[in-house]
């Protein structure tokens, strides 16, 4: 029998330890992992929400202003009076002595998701497409975090040339996954700007103000009631004024503004409003001299082509029949376009 001793290496004792520390580092390498995927996924989910909420709100933009009042975005342009109730974006537009343009922006989010890293693009064009040749630059804001419920106001200065022209918005949402970027754009809805932008109402005796150059627009009670967000009550004078001309509290028949077309050229116009049989209202507007008639005339038609496009499906791509005022006059699309109200 073989009585040599056994013996063992001294290697042979790190054997087992080794195996040991190495299932501890395995062990603690696959909960990392672990914790590093959970956090991807929770990143992935709420990227999945609110991918599906920019979606849904793409999908809102298609259909008619109307439509939209009660959900989760839409636009609104006033000149002074700010409504905190209506909608998601408010837009208060004031102009300036040096001729540029302050814009306040004022986003609430109503939803019950955050809004992250959000951009408002604004871009002033002019509202003939073939009518001017100068360059417009687009501003971006960042509206950070948004909080479900909370609201933030920002501010834009604009250099914009002379009215006519239009105020296009978007909201841009970059997503980044690994090393692919996806952009979202959401076409709001314009905001016109127009000479009646620069309207103030005065106080000024009717009977002081000479009308030689006057003239009407009817406008259906369906047109009115619908730019009014549809609010099913009879229509009448002072809802016309806030439909049409975004003027406050009207209880008069007859308001004076002041425009001031230039530094140096204020015009008085007078506009009255009147109940014409059961189904339709007409502004008539009176001014002193023929040009500033026919100026602001054509002005209220073109907001007033605006505005009614925003009552049609896919409103924001609806201004591009702007783009038809080289073949017809303004008159006769606000009539064509007005024509399927009444």
Known sequence: MDTEPITLEDASFDDGPKTHHSSFIDK????EKYQKLKEE?????EMAIEIRSLVMICRQMEECYTKRVDKSLASYGEVSEFDSTRNKL???ITYLHDGTI?????????????????????????IFPSSSSSASYSQSISLGTLLPGVRKTFQCQLNCEAPPFLLNLSLVRDFHLDETRKVFQIELDPISVTCWNLAQVVEKKT???????????????????????SPDTVVSN?????AILKIPNVQDDTVVFCIPLSSDDNVFVKVKCAK????????AIGTESSRSHTLLIQHLRLHLIVEMSKLKSRPAKGILILTEMDAVSVEEL???????FH
Do not use: C, Y
Not at 28 to 31: A, T
Not at 238 to 242: C, G, K, S
Not at 334 to 340: D, K, M, N, Q, V
């Open 28 to 31: 603690k390498s696959v909960i």
């Open 41 to 45: 996924s929770k990143k992935l989910d």
């Open 90 to 92: 408010f837009f208060q």
């Open 102 to 126: 302050l814009l306040l922006v004022t986003v609430h989010n109503i939803t019950n998701q955050p809004m992250n890293n959000w951009m408002l693009s604004v871009h002033p064009s002019p």
């Open 207 to 229: 009977t002081d103000l000479n009308t030689t150059f006057s003239s009407s627009i009817r406008l259906p009670n369906s047109l009115i009631n619908l730019l009014s967000g």
């Open 238 to 242: 002072p809802q016309v004024f806030q």
């Open 276 to 283: 014409e049989g059961t189904t339709n209202h007409t502004l």
């Open 334 to 340: 606000f009539e064509s376009i007005l024509g399927a």
